[in-house]
C-alpha cells in the first residue's frame, strides 16, 4: 500500500501542523478549552477539526481500493483530490479566503466520490 502510506504519513504531518497551530494560539490567548472569543483560535481550531472529520474517511476509502488493486491513475486521483482539497481548504479558512475554502471542500468531496465510486465498482 505505497500511495495509502505516502498519503497517510503526509496527512499525519499535515495534522500535527494544524493541531500545533491551535495549541500556540490557545497559549497566546490563554484558552485552555473551547473556543473563547478570539476568532483566529475559532479559525485554527475548525480548520482542524474539518481535517479531521474527512481525512479518516478518505484514507479508508483509498486504502481499501489499493489493497483492491485499482489502477495507478486512480489511486494517485483520490490522493491528488485530497492532498489539494485540504491544503486549499486550510489555507482558505486559516487565511479568509472563501473560493479556497470551497474549491477545498469541492476536492475533498470528489476524492471520497471517486473512492465510492472505486469500491462500488
Known sequence: MMVTSLV?????VALVAL??????RRMKVG???GVGDDPVLL?????????????PLALI??????????SPTILWTIA???GAG???????????STPA???????????????AWTLAS
Open 31 to 33: 484558552t485552555e478549552i
Open 61 to 70: 476509502a483509498l486504502a481499501l481500493a489499493e489493497y483492491r488493486n485499482a
Open 43 to 55: 479559525h485554527r481550531i475548525r480548520a482542524q477539526g474539518n481535517f479531521i472529520e474527512y481525512v
Open 101 to 115: 475554502r470551497a474549491t477545498g471542500m469541492i476536492a475533498t468531496y470528489a476524492a471520497l466520490l471517486v473512492g
Open 19 to 24: 493541531s500545533l497551530a491551535v495549541s500556540l
Open 86 to 96: 485540504r491544503l486549499l481548504h486550510a489555507i482558505g479558512i486559516l487565511g479568509g
Open 80 to 82: 491528488g483530490l485530497l
Open 8 to 12: 497517510a504519513a503526509i496527512a499525519a
